[in-house]
């Protein structure tokens, strides 16, 4: 399984995923599921991946292919060619659907699904930032204020923070801690979702390719942080009153 996550605020987008992917429980390995594209000066594009591994893997060669060929790539389309996030969005649909139904024949004789799920996010300049899910049936949805964020996976366990504590307000710093948060929950709930964890983080009207942080288990900060966590929830709930009763005490033996 996996947990993938974007995560948009005011000041950008940041994008976390765990890296943990297994078929059955002799077969546990990593694989990076956070791509980018910066296929021109003015736009600037980042995938989070789940589901079928090589699904992905062709969508993804596929998209490098077509900027290379651009114009010529098939149809003429491109992440280059588009002049709207949504556009892209449109295009990578198309081509992940068209790689499931090629592969669709073979894949169901073994019992196997091909699909794979999206998130894509980043910009276009004279555009705002846009954050976008694409579905294995090619249509899409859109982060918005309201639900700033969109995720893929294994996505129950690091979805209550996000409710409680998402907000466009928030830093960029902020929202990759929140990010963290959502996925350090998901690693101690589900063994099938694991670290390392990575991170992009863009920032708003940049159009560079955006940060890149990767946190093994170990590494200090996510340490701490998990820590820390853990026993402020444990702290906080201490401070919960008590459960009230509804039971009345009983009568004394002997009145």
Known sequence: MTYCLGLQVDAGIVFAADTRTNAGVDYVTSYRKIHTFRPADDRVFV??????????????????RDIEQAPGSPNGASLLSASYLFEAAEYVGRVSRQIQERHEPALSRSGVSGETS???GGQIQGRPPGLLLVYPQGNYIAASPETPYLQIGETKYGKPILDR???????????????????????????TVGTPLDFA????????LPESIRMEQETPY????????QTGIVDMFSRLQPFPSQQQPGPQQGQ
Do not use: C, K, P
């Open 47 to 64: 995938l989070l991946s789940a589901g079928n591994l090589a699904t992905t893997r062709e969508l993804i060669d596929q998209i490098g």
């Open 118 to 120: 999206i998130i894509l």
């Open 165 to 191: 504590l998402a907000d466009t307000r928030h830093s960029l710093s902020q929202a990759a801690t929140l990010a963290m948060v959502s996925l350090e929950a998901t690693v101690r709930s589900n063994v």
């Open 201 to 208: 983080l863009y920032r708003r009207d940049s159009l560079a």
């Open 222 to 229: 996510y340490r701490s942080a998990s820590e820390f966590w």
